[in-house]
């Protein structure tokens, strides 16, 4: 199915209008469009004190509630790595150099995911087919939540912007131990075969699965026990899966962006790539500094969507040349001013969906 959808091309195009203006603003700031020392200092930050809340949980602290502490902190940092380091690195704008930009992506590993898969899911499918149904796995939560009018309707469905808050809890868990095995035995992608994978490929993905495993599950309960381990990772787990989930959902599923379908018999899609990404994505709370570093510029959605090869840190440069052409050529852009009204417009969203009749 991946293969039969087709963006038209067209002439005059805003995306091509898109690339020369921002190409123009690297050159005349003489700046590389990649990560800077800006990034690399807070990657290593991150880093830092990721293994630094892990060494004190694990091996020193003894207070339940500065345990408790320390698990949330944990679930904080964890999501930040993945917003500022793995999604550059993955993406290959983390640096100009690509052993860097793989270490950088194999954080995802270390952490439980797999950094193949999310190359595909992400990169490829994510990225050109968004919010395009049964093509991008992030809007795929079926049965428990329905995302798209294309989707099966339960009647459950009427209460999921009540319990997608307990729901997104559950990502992070269902992603280390059933999303990754799930794609790699059924060999696809919702209805997109998965790449063929080579030996090394398979020794890789099992070989940092059990290395997540034994640092994150053998190590806690052997040092803890079974049920200190239980409730720490729980809520290590449950927070992280909050954070991860909200983030990307308020990127394509709120009130404004649009979930656009090929035609059934060309396959063909009613507009150019990039108006198809400025359609389906919003940004969110792009005048929070705070909000901005922690989540790695993820907030600047459509920026990163029109051009993900381009370090987040040049997102808000880029916001401001972006927003003009969109003006300019009479393109809807969808922009949250605080991530609290992106939140609220996810709830509306959700409750929509759930009641609408496809």
């Known amino acids: 199915m991946a293969l039969s959808v087709k963006f038209p091309h067209v002439n005059p195009s805003i995306q091509a209008e898109?690339?020369?203006?921002?190409?123009?603003?690297?050159?005349?700031?003489?700046?590389?469009?990649?990560?800077?020392?800006?990034?690399?200092?807070?990657?290593i930050f991150l880093l830092l004190?990721?293994?630094?809340?892990?060494?004190?949980?694990?091996?020193?602290?003894?207070?339940?509630?500065?345990?408790?502490?320390?698990?949330?902190?944990l679930g904080i940092i964890l999501s930040s790595i993945g917003f500022n380091v793995m999604h550059d690195g993955a993406?290959?704008?983390?640096?100009?150099?690509?052993?860097?930009?793989?270490?950088?992506?194999?954080?995802?590993?270390?952490?439980?995911?797999?950094?193949?898969?999310?190359?595909?899911?992400?990169?490829?499918?994510?990225?050109?087919?968004?919010?395009?149904e049964g093509l991008d796995d992030d809007i795929d939560i079926k049965p428990f939540m329905r995302m798209s009018r294309e989707q099966?309707?339960?009647?459950?469905?009427?209460?999921?912007?009540?319990?997608?808050?307990?729901?997104?809890?559950?990502?992070y868990l269902?992603?280390?131990?059933?999303?990754?095995?799930?794609?790699?035995?059924?060999?696809?992608?919702?209805?997109?075969?998965?790449?063929?994978?080579?030996?090394?490929?398979?020794?890789?993905f099992f070989s940092m699965k059990i290395l997540y495993y034994s640092v994150f599950i053998i190590i806690p309960i052997v040092q803890l026990g079974f049920l200190k381990f239980v409730v720490g990772y729980l809520?290590?787990?449950?927070?992280?899966?909050?954070?991860?989930?909200?983030?990307?959902?308020?990127?394509?599923?709120?009130?404004?962006?649009?979930f656009l379908q090929p035609n059934e018999t060309s396959g063909l899609l009613e507009d150019e790539f990039a108006i198809h990404q400025i359609k389906t994505t919003a940004n969110f709370g792009t005048g929070s500094r705070l909000?901005?570093?922690?989540?790695?510029?993820?907030?600047f959605q459509v920026e990163h969507h029109l051009f993900p090869k381009i370090s987040h840190i040049h997102y808000p440069h880029i916001n401001k040349?972006?927003?003009?052409?969109?003006?300019?050529?009479?393109?809807?852009?969808?922009?949250?001013?605080?991530m609290g009204l992106a939140v609220r417009a996810h709830i509306s969203f959700l409750y929509n969906m759930g009641r609408a009749i496809a």
């Open 91 to 132: 993406h290959g704008s983390f640096s100009t150099n690509r052993t860097i930009n793989k270490i950088a992506a194999a954080t995802l590993d270390f952490l439980g995911g797999s950094s193949f898969m999310w190359n595909i899911k992400h990169n490829i499918l994510h990225h050109t087919y968004t919010n395009i």
């Open 291 to 299: 909000l901005s570093w922690y989540v790695g510029g993820l907030n």
């Open 321 to 338: 040349i972006v927003k003009q052409i969109c003006k300019e050529w009479n393109v809807q852009y969808t922009e949250y001013k605080t």
């Open 49 to 73: 004190a990721f293994f630094t809340t892990y060494t004190f949980l694990i091996f020193i602290v003894q207070t339940t509630w500065v345990s408790i502490v320390l698990c949330v902190l």
């Open 18 to 43: 898109l690339k020369k203006r921002v190409n123009e603003y690297f050159e005349q700031a003489k700046i590389l469009p990649t990560g800077n020392f800006k990034l690399y200092s807070k990657a």
């Open 174 to 204: 269902f992603w280390v131990f059933i999303s990754d095995f799930k794609k790699i035995f059924s060999k696809q992608i919702g209805v997109t075969p998965l790449k063929k994978m080579t030996t090394a490929d398979y020794v890789y």
């Open 152 to 171: 099966k309707q339960y009647s459950f469905h009427r209460y999921q912007h009540f319990y997608f808050w307990f729901l997104y809890c559950l990502l």
């Open 235 to 258: 809520i290590f787990t449950f927070i992280a899966g909050f954070i991860l989930s909200i983030v990307f959902q308020l990127a394509h599923t709120v009130e404004g962006t649009s």
